[in-house]
């Protein structure tokens, strides 16, 4: 359960960046993220579109193990019920491997990273907190320092409607620390691909990661300044003021149930 709603959490923000204009905005950054609704076909068929445009040398996957990353070779790219299986996906908890299956064929020859910690590392760090379970040096990734109070109020507020209201007040906290862990590790395993590949690098990540107040580009500017960051959210409405993503795109939503009806 906590992995679906993390998957599903769709943030509703004021906003930063700009609408995108045109593919060619994406080029030029060290970094860039390609946020998404993580069950919205045209998020994906996107990014495979910028994926094509940038021929990144290396791509992180938020939705991968590190394990899972390895199994990926470049015969099983253009083979989606093939690479499906070697991955497992079914068994994922993320959606339908159809709509991911153009951002894998656009891969080109990118070497392919994840960033997915163990469901009980991620369930283990709401009641004992990120630090605990970060395998990288966590003051250089922000995680010691505790969140500002407005900020961590907003962020407690924001799991709490994400998960329809259903989880206990003491808990919220840490699902926040479950947040800012999955954060870390997506930019500690950048950094570890640009390091490797000489860049660029793109993220494919939910819009909530690619946030570039609070999500993985804020992680990045602490833990490695050098790196330029570029954001993009996939939105399935405009926003109300500005988003808080460089660039951001609109498309329309996708007839989905309410995730709330698990809760009724």
């Known amino acids: 359960m906590l992995r679906l709603f993390l998957a599903l959490f769709i943030f509703t923000v004021p906003a930063l960046g700009e609408e995108l204009s045109g593919i060619d905005a994406l080029d030029g950054a060290d970094v860039v993220l390609l946020g998404e ?3 919205n076909p045209d998020h994906h068929l996107f990014q495979a ?4 445009a940038l021929t990144p040398a ?8 590190g394990d899972q990353a390895a199994r990926i070779t470049p015969d099983l790219l253009d083979d989606p019920e093939a ?3 070697v991955l497992d996906w ?3 908890g993320w959606p339908d491997f159809g709509i991911y299956a153009p951002v894998f064929a656009a891969l080109g020859s990118a ?3 994840g960033a997915a910690l163990p469901p009980a590392t991620v369930r283990a760090s709401v009641t004992e907190g990120a630090v605990a379970h970060f395998s990288g040096n966590a003051d250089e990734f922000g995680l010691a ?23 206990p007040v003491e808990m919220l906290p840490g699902m926040v620390a479950a947040q800012r862990l999955r954060d870390a590790e997506l930019a500690r395993q950048v950094i570890l691909a640009h390091a490797a590949t000489g860049g660029p690098v793109a993220v494919i990540t939910g ?10 580009p804020r992680v990045l500017a602490q833990a490695a300044p050098e790196l330029t960051t570029l954001s993009l959210g996939q939105l399935e409405a405009p926003p109300e003021g500005t988003a808080p993503y460089d660039l951001w795109r609109v498309t329309p939503p996708i007839d989905r149930p309410d995730p709330c009806d698990a809760f009724r």
Request: with cysteine; net charge negative.
């Open 145 to 167: 320092a505790p969140l500002g109070p407005g900020e961590q109020a907003a962020r407690e507020a924001g799991q709490g409607a994400a998960h329809c209201g259903a989880l």
């Open 58 to 65: 290396a791509v992180v996957f938020e939705m991968l193990s």
């Open 83 to 85: 690479l499906a299986a």
């Open 49 to 52: 579109e910028a994926l094509t």
């Open 90 to 92: 079914d068994n994922s």
């Open 207 to 216: 819009n909530g990661h690619a946030r570039s107040d609070w999500g993985v």
């Open 37 to 39: 609704v993580h069950d």
């Open 111 to 113: 070497r392919v990273y």
